[in-house]
RNA sequence: GGCGACGUACCCAAGUGGCUAAGGGAGCGGUCUGCAAAACCGCGAUUCGCCGGUUCGAAUCCGGCCGUCGCCUCCA
């Protein structure tokens, strides 16, 4: 069966086939690293995640780039303020990046390059420009990308960039620019920029922002290659200004499918620095949101839907995973019984799993047949016939699942000695029907985060996923 | 002003022309159980923002209206 990916420049859904059979060249913007990573971030790194994790598990090898940029604006005016450079001030974000990417269960990406160590691809590419008059140098010294120069500018945002309405900030803009609408390649020095700045060819300043994903692209990936993928915001103009520099660089088509990921909102409303709504996911953490339950949250949602993200979802979605986890943990516990033909059911929800995520990527589906699975087991179950074998079976099935989903291995507890030694105890004392010390112990490991249930095979053991008291996002 | 997305039960959410409108959460009643939990059984949209049209047949297609949101050179 064949993928099917939304192409927000066709604006259709479209079989998916790569460049060369097999393999999957992707490329995925990545953080700005001027501070830890919000939720929205993560929202579409988490869909990244989930995208190359479906590749893989269709057979595909894949090959990721997601750039750090770790110069811009931002990171200068910021790192004056504290008064250290930039590559002091950036690098614990780019840490904490990594420690977060891990902390949600994100697979790595095969090359993570950071823009200030691609400066001279960035100026190769503009020399190009130049040479081919796609590109003019202002009287401050500062390159432009003449837009004029690109028939197909636009053609990815859907915009007519002829009537755009000019906003206040292009109007302010001191810059000598041709027209309104060409964008900066390379930003002479200003005093402003401090010790921020690059001696090269083209004169002593910096890179513009667009430019960085080209480069470093097309050095990883060649220039051409299959997917790119972004938050929605970045349609325009930053992956137009991409086309627009890397094709008129090359002469050759830069992607064939940009997949596009919606926003995450907060109580239904963007997330910004001024509404004091942005939320990071340590934070979520530290206040008792086991990792899992964002992972799910982020992922349980199409990546093409708005994702609003208040505390009822996530204690909605913190019960839904211990429902599949319970499930799952309980298939290590059967005695062998009678057997039940489950390979129909396996069979047909791998199936209906695969069919979905198939359909661009349809997660809500894909959720569903696993749930109807859960459900038509839990029934056997209830009824005591599922063999040691079906078991096996179908805990083979959800790992496979899993190499997707990453939500059943990420949701395993770890015990440490001493509670393992207090589970025993407990044990002992229900052995011994102390119901008095079994419940103490059951009490002292709840406010570990420890859940015991008792089941006529045994005592089980799983994590706290939510804080009870957890409300207010 | 231009471009685009969305509106399905208490909440989240799939379905985009045809079987009883998936699935999850929450809730209520029951079974089981030292207690607790899990699990199971049962209950829940005659209806898909509103109005009109096309069709044998519409949540799904077409037109209009209402509402919410995003982008239009900081942004995932």
């Known amino acids: 069966m064949a993928i099917v990916f939304y192409n927000t420049l066709t604006r259709k859904k479209e079989k998916f086939k790569p460049i060369t059979p097999g393999i999957v060249k992707m490329y995925t913007c990545g953080p700005t ?14 869909f990244e995640d989930l995208l190359r994790r479906y590749l893989k598990f269709k057979g595909f090898k894949v090959i990721q780039v997601m750039n750090l940029t770790d110069v811009d ?19 614990p974000y780019k840490k904490a990046f990594f420690e977060d990417i891990e902390t949600l269960g994100i697979e790595k990406a095969e090359f993570y390059p950071e823009a200030t160590k691609h400066i001279n691809e960035m100026v190769d590419i503009i020399k190009k420009l130049l040479a081919k008059g796609h590109a003019y140098k202002a009287a401050d010294g500062s390159i432009y990308f003449k837009v004029s120069s690109f028939e197909k500018y636009g053609q990815l945002a859907n915009l007519n960039v002829k009537e755009m309405r000019v906003g206040e900030r292009v109007a302010s803009d001191e810059y000598e620019k041709e027209e309104i609408r060409d964008f900066a390649l390379w930003k002479s020095w200003k005093p402003e920029d401090g010790n921020v700045y690059w001696n090269t060819e083209l004169g002593k300043g910096r890179p513009g922002w667009h430019i960085e994903c080209s ?28 086309i627009a520099q890397s094709e008129c660089a090359t002469g050759e088509k830069f992607v064939n499918y940009w997949l596009h990921c919606e926003h995450l909102l907060v109580n239904d409303e963007k997330m910004s ?36 993200f208040t505390t009822e979802k996530l204690i909605s979605s913190a019960s839904s995973v211990e429902r599949l986890l319970d499930f799952y943990n309980s298939l290590d516990f059967y005695e062998d019984s009678k057997q039940t033909e489950f390979k129909n059911l396996i069979s047909d929800t791998e199936k209906a799993f695969e069919e979905a995520l198939d359909d661009n990527l349809n997660i809500s589906e894909a959720m569903a047949a696993i749930f109807e699975l859960v459900k038509e087991v839990n029934k056997h179950k209830a ?45 002992k004392a229900r052995k011994e029907k102390n119901w008095k010390e079994a419940d103490r112990i059951r009490e002292y490991l709840l406010e570990k985060g420890i859940i015991l249930e008792d089941t006529p095979q045994g005592t089980r053991c799983k994590k706290t996923l939510i804080k009870k008291d957890f409300s207010k996002v």
């Not at 690293?33 to 988490?46: D, E, L, M, S, W």
């Not at 604006?73 to 002091?88: L, M, Q, R, T, W």
């Not at 480069?215 to 200004?241: C, Q, R, W």
């Open 33 to 46: 690293v001027y501070n830890y990573a919000h939720i929205g971030n993560f929202r579409a790194y988490t």
């Open 73 to 91: 604006d931002k990171i200068i005016k910021a790192s004056k303020e504290k008064g250290v450079p930039i590559e002091e001030f950036t690098t």
């Open 215 to 242: 480069a470093m692209s097309m050095k990883y990936l060649g220039n051409h290659f299959d997917i790119h993928t972004g938050g929605v915001d970045n349609i325009f103009p930053h992956h137009e200004n991409e």
């Open 273 to 308: 620095k001024s509404l004091g709504n942005v939320i990071y996911p340590r934070e979520l953490i530290a206040r008792g949101v086991d990792p899992v339950v964002i992972r799910y949250t982020l992922l349980s949602t199409h990546y093409r839907q708005k994702l609003n």
């Open 383 to 427: 009824k005591k016939q599922i063999s040691k074998t079906d078991a096996k079976n179908i805990k083979a099935t959800l790992d496979r699942f899993d190499t997707v989903l990453n939500i059943f291995k990420m949701g395993q507890v770890k015990l440490s000695e001493e509670i393992r030694q207090l589970i025993d105890r407990r044990a």
